[in-house]
């Protein structure tokens, strides 16, 4: 995909390994939480939620943990495969509203 | 989830002129949303589509720039107005269903202003 302008953060591993994809949210009023994946050319695809009152929600190879403490959230993929090469965003909303923030998203590169 | 398609995939444009980008989805949604992703970058939120009434622009988007319709719950179109290179960007929307926070994009429509 492009990387005019802007680079993102990207983060190399390897095929099988496990990658863990971080996201720091500014807003303490924030209490819903998504992870899209974006593969070059295509719309963001949801990949996992949590809500505020969770910690942890485990998806099919996908664990996503919220640490409203220090207001971080991360992405955790198993077994990561070549596939699974694309930008991640971490997403949120505030205070009941329909409103998306996207962050910066991150580059996954899965090295065979 | 929802399928969503938009149409024009993509097009390159000549400075000052406008082109619609149309959403349609598959099922009735309560809500419908358009977000600009320039290169390299991630989404920025333009506007509300709602039903039967103006837009809700965010902060930086006005109407003029970005008219956008809704006219029933399975379609919007999103236009953008007097072109610039700087509007070269992806453009998509997204639906959201009553009841639900979860959005769901469409493929996007990649459009360069020469």
């Known amino acids: 995909g492009e990387s005019v302008g802007l680079h993102l953060p990207t983060l190399s591993v390897q095929e099988g390994d496990n990658s863990i994809i971080n996201c720091a949210y500014s807003?303490?009023?924030?209490?819903?939480f998504i992870w899209y994946k974006q593969e070059s050319g295509k719309g963001p695809q949801f990949i996992i939620d949590i809500r505020s009152n969770m910690d942890k929600r485990q998806g099919q190879r996908v664990t996503v943990l919220l640490n409203k403490t220090v207001k971080h959230l991360s992405l955790q993929i198993a077994a990561t495969q070549p596939g699974d090469s694309a930008v991640y965003f971490c997403a949120e909303i505030t205070g009941g509203g329909n409103k998306l923030t996207f962050g910066t998203g991150t580059q996954l590169k899965v090295e065979l | 989830s929802a399928v969503i398609s938009q149409k024009p995939s993509r097009d390159i444009c000549q400075r000052g002129t406008s082109l619609t980008i149309q959403c349609q989805v598959d099922s009735q949604v309560t809500m419908m949303f358009w977000y600009r992703q320039q290169p390299g970058q991630s989404l920025t939120l333009i506007a509300t589509?709602?039903?039967?009434?103006?837009?809700?622009?965010e902060s930086g988007f006005v109407i003029d720039k970005f008219p956008i319709s809704r006219p029933n719950l399975t379609f919007s179109t999103l236009t953008v107005s007097n072109m610039s290179p700087e509007d070269s960007s992806i453009y998509l929307c997204?639906?959201?269903?009553?009841?639900?926070?979860?959005?769901?994009f469409g493929p996007g429509t990649r459009l360069t202003v020469l």
């Open positions: 589509a709602n039903q039967g009434s103006e837009a809700t622009y």
């Open positions: 807003n303490s009023a924030s209490d819903y």
């Open positions: 997204s639906v959201e269903r009553q009841g639900t926070d979860t959005q769901y």
